[in-house]
């Protein structure tokens, strides 16, 4: 049973459920949506703890999210997804779990699929992603401007990894403990982060899975993927390729993680800088 703990800010002890599992939301303007997301998450049959991070919404998120009896870590202003995740690893951390998962608040992504996520993680995967394209059956659709990037992405992604990732954007994705607490440090803040995080956890040592995962259309809201703004951050997304490409590989699977620094944000609900 999906567990939305009672605490509705970061100050409070968050309860743990079995399997030490928590969902984080980073949510921005998602007052339509998160509701019906929450309650969905809420007779999952998986045991697991809710956080919703606020990105400095401008609408009832947090309120929504709190009347449904969710923790809410407020951001003061938008980070922005990297920021927000940031802050969700932050707070698994502290408040020791041993595995999450980020879930959109949406209701593009499907609870019924989290316990996929999860089995990958008990078998040893250190990031799980939810793909839409390593299954056929009941494909997602793109549009060609946006499908024809996401193959450039792929292709160059296995260019520098030497494996073949169907869905390097994803937000459907599972963390080990581990995993947890390196991207607790050291996760990006940029749009398009999920293939940056892809390839800082490939070069570092820890075990990059994929699953097949079906995912619904948006329920509102607008994705923030204007082409403009999609070119820069492929370019940017290109250059960082390029240059971790020649960079030596490390391997900091089991660094250890500041803690007082994180405790320090996660009380707080922001990232350090």
Request: hydrophobic share 40%; charged share 25%.
């Amino acid at each position: 049973m999906g567990t939305l703990p009672t605490s509705s800010d970061a100050s409070g002890a968050c309860p743990v459920g079995r399997e030490r599992t928590l969902v984080i939301i980073p949510a921005f303007n998602e007052e339509e949506a998160l509701p019906s997301v929450l309650k969905e998450l809420g007779t999952t049959s998986d045991a697991f703890d809710i956080v919703v991070v606020d990105d400095g919404s401008t609408d009832s998120t947090a309120k929504v999210a709190r009347a449904q009896g969710a923790t809410v870590l407020p951001l003061p202003f938008n980070l922005g997804i990297g920021g927000a995740l940031r802050t969700g690893f932050l707070y698994a951390v502290e408040h020791g779990y041993d595995r999450a998962a980020q879930f959109d608040g949406d209701g593009q992504h499907d609870p019924a699929e989290l316990p996929a996520l999860l089995a990958e993680l008990d078998n040893g995967a250190d990031l799980v992603i939810g793909s839409r394209f390593a299954d056929r059956v009941g494909g997602y659709d793109v549009s060609k401007v946006r499908g024809g990037a996401m193959r450039l992405l792929r292709l160059t992604v296995r260019l520098f990894t030497g494996r073949t990732f169907t869905d390097t954007s994803s937000g459907f994705r599972g963390f080990s403990r581990p995993m947890l607490e390196y991207f607790a440090r050291t996760y990006p803040y940029e749009y398009m982060e999920s293939v940056e995080a892809l390839l800082m956890a490939s070069a570092n040592g820890f075990d990059v899975r994929e699953v097949p995962v079906q995912m619904r259309v948006r329920e509102s809201g607008r994705p923030s993927n204007r082409r403009l703004r999609l070119l820069y951050h492929f370019l940017r997304v290109f250059l960082v390729i390029s240059v971790s490409r020649k960079a030596p590989r490390r391997g900091v699977k089991n660094a250890p993680v500041d803690g007082q620094e994180h405790s320090e944000s996660a009380r707080r609900g922001t990232t350090p800088a």
